[in-house]
Structures are given as structure tokens and as C-alpha cells.
């Protein structure tokens, strides 16, 4: 049974990766098509509703406390190779977020490693030997001086390898976004790696996201380009991120802006502005990506662009146990 007292209120379910035996391996929580109906399977058909249902009856106020809807994040194509048949055979409609830099040959560069990783190294642990062994920078006193750190670290996520934690802090406080994006290009190179060749493999095209459309899911915003945090963005920029992300795909949708009007926060991340900057662009549903209450807010479904999201591989592991 996958309702219990911790998930009694309407939410929507999170879906990123998805894998198969031909392109996609599996890797960091990925889905099988198996593993999808199955998921399907514990939540109950019966309990999840079509995305348009689901925003109209939740503008409404009309949500049961066991209705969900499932959603998608990150325009990513293996949702559409392996997800979108099982969603179609049981006629579930669903909310696909996507950011819109992909269509302008700035992939994310997040995904394009990511690919990388699981594709052309044996193991992690080789995807590192490589990364610090093209890095052209010492790092060995910036690892000295964080050593109680990694060790904390280690504790707080037990699934992460000592490696796996170096490397984290390396790239996200050691390095600057050029210089790790430097580094990662030059793995690149060395293991021969096209960049360009795998895009269309890894991201949806135009012609996905209307033929979603079409087939009656909803598409919605996740920033122009997936910036890491967007709340630490000054008003402005944020506000670009949106109105450049709406404008983008009403373009490709070929709609009013106006319609494009639900949306997920990339990689959870909001702050008052982001929120006022969405109600300015008439998106009226919002969902963030995680199932708890933080400090900032007095219920679970804080407001219409606050809804909570349960990651698919946490509803995974209940199955599994
Ligand atoms: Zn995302």
C-alpha cells in the first residue's frame, strides 16, 4: 500500500531517468518500463489523476487526499522511448516540465556528463581517476583543509563512496563553473566523446513536445536553462528565465503564453520572487520536489505553486522492501 500517513494529501510523483536495453543503462536510480508499471501498480491506477484534472480540480480546490498525478522534469528523451508507450496503453495523461536552453544548442551540461559517466567508464570510481587525473589544478591542500567535512559527509549520505564526496566538493566549491566545465570537456576529448551526437538521443525534440501536446499532456515550465539555483538569482534574471522559457515553448506549441501554466521549480529551487514573477505569467500550479514542510512554510501544499513530489526512487524502495 503506498499511502500512508506521511503522503495522505495530493502530490505529484517525480520522474527523471529512465533505462532500457538498447541507448539508455541504467544507472543512478533509473526506471525500467517494468519497474514503471509496477510503480503504477503500488500507487493505484486508480489514484492518479490526468495532469489537466489534476490542475483544474487542485485551482478548485476539489483534490481528494488520495489524489496524485505523475510528472516528468527535464525534457529528457528517454522518457519518451521507455515511459510514454506504458503511459499511453493505460491512457494517463501527464505534466512533462521542460527547460528550453536544449533547443538552442545549449544542452544541459549536467545530463551531457551524466551520459558520459554511465556510458564510456566502468565504474565511478574511473570516471574519477580520469577527472582528477586531466585536472590542472592542486587540490590536494583544498582536500586537507575540508577532511572533518568529507568525514561528516560520509555519515549524513552512507550511499556515497569517499570518492563520490570529493569529487562533489571539488566541483561545486573548489573549482568555478568554467574551470569544472573545462576539465569535464577535456574527458571528453580523450575518450572521444561528440557531444553533438548524442543531444538529439538524450533530449526531447520540438516535434516531442508537440506531439505530447497533442496526445493531451501537459507541458510546462522549468526555467530557460536550468540554472543550478534560481533563487539566488536577482529578480530580473529569474524573471528572464521564465518569460524566455514560457515564450519558448508557446512558440513551439504554437498557444498563448497564458496557457502554458503549470510548472516545476529546477532542482526544487524558489523564493518569493520566483513565485510572484510565475502568478505574473498566469501559471497558476507549481510543484516543488521533495515531500517535507521547511521553515519557510506552514502546510505540506504551501500554496498553488508549492505542491509536494515524492521521488520515484523512494517510492521504489518501499516497493522493494
Ligand atoms: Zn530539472
Keep these: ?25 541504467s544507472g543512478e536510480g533509473s526506471l525500467s518500463k517494468d519497474d514503471f508499471h509496477d510503480l503504477i501498480n503500488f500507487v493505484g491506477k ?22 496524485v498525478c505523475l510528472t516528468f522534469d527535464d525534457g529528457l528523451k528517454c522518457q ?50 580520469l577527472f582528477f587525473e586531466v585536472l590542472d589544478k592542486d587540490y590536494n591542500d583544498f582536500l586537507k583543509k575540508n577532511k572533518q567535512i568529507i568525514k ?32 569535464i570537456t577535456l574527458m571528453f576529448n580523450e575518450k ?4 553533438n551526437e548524442v543531444v ?38 529569474q524573471k528572464m528565465e521564465y518569460v524566455n522559457n514560457q515564450k519558448n515553448l508557446s512558440n513551439i506549441l504554437n498557444k498563448p503564453s497564458k496557457k502554458i501554466n503549470s510548472m516545476s521549480h529546477p532542482l526544487g529551487s524558489y523564493n518569493e520572487s ?9 501559471v497558476s500550479l507549481g510543484f516543488r520536489d521533495n515531500m517535507s514542510v521547511n521553515h519557510k512554510m506552514k502546510s505540506i501544499n504551501n500554496s498553488n505553486l508549492e505542491i509536494a513530489r515524492e521521488d520515484h526512487s523512494l517510492i521504489m524502495k518501499k516497493l522493494k522492501r
Design 80 to 129: 519518451i522511448e521507455v515511459a510514454l508507450q506504458v503511459l499511453e496503453d493505460l491512457n494517463l495523461k501527464s505534466f512533462f516540465f521542460v527547460s528550453t536552453s536544449n533547443f538552442e544548442n545549449k544542452p544541459d551540461f549536467f545530463e551531457i556528463t551524466r551520459y558520459f559517466k554511465i556510458n564510456y567508464f566502468d565504474s565511478s570510481e574511473k570516471f574519477y581517476d
Design 274 to 282: 520566483s513565485l510572484e514573477i510565475l502568478r505574473s505569467l498566469n
Design 152 to 183: 561528516d559527509k560520509i555519515k549524513v549520505y552512507p550511499f556515497y563512496t569517499k570518492r563520490d564526496i570529493e569529487f562533489r566538493l571539488i566541483r561545486d566549491r573548489f573549482l568555478n563553473e568554467q574551470e569544472y566545465t573545462n576539465t
Design 1 to 25: 500500500m503506498y499511502f500512508s500517513k506521511n503522503n495522505n494529501f495530493p502530490h505529484g510523483i517525480m520522474f527523471h531517468q529512465f533505462h532500457d536495453k538498447k541507448f539508455y543503462k
Design 46 to 67: 486508480n489514484n492518479i489523476l490526468d495532469a489537466e484534472t489534476f490542475f483544474q480540480k487542485k485551482i478548485e480546490n476539489k483534490l481528494k487526499k488520495n489524489d
Design 192 to 195: 572521444n566523446y561528440v557531444v
Design 200 to 237: 538529439p538521443k538524450l533530449f526531447f525534440s520540438k516535434s516531442d513536445l508537440t506531439s505530447l501536446d497533442s496526445l493531451g499532456h501537459k507541458i510546462g515550465l522549468h526555467s530557460h536553462s536550468h540554472v543550478k539555483f534560481i533563487e539566488r538569482l536577482p529578480f530580473k534574471l
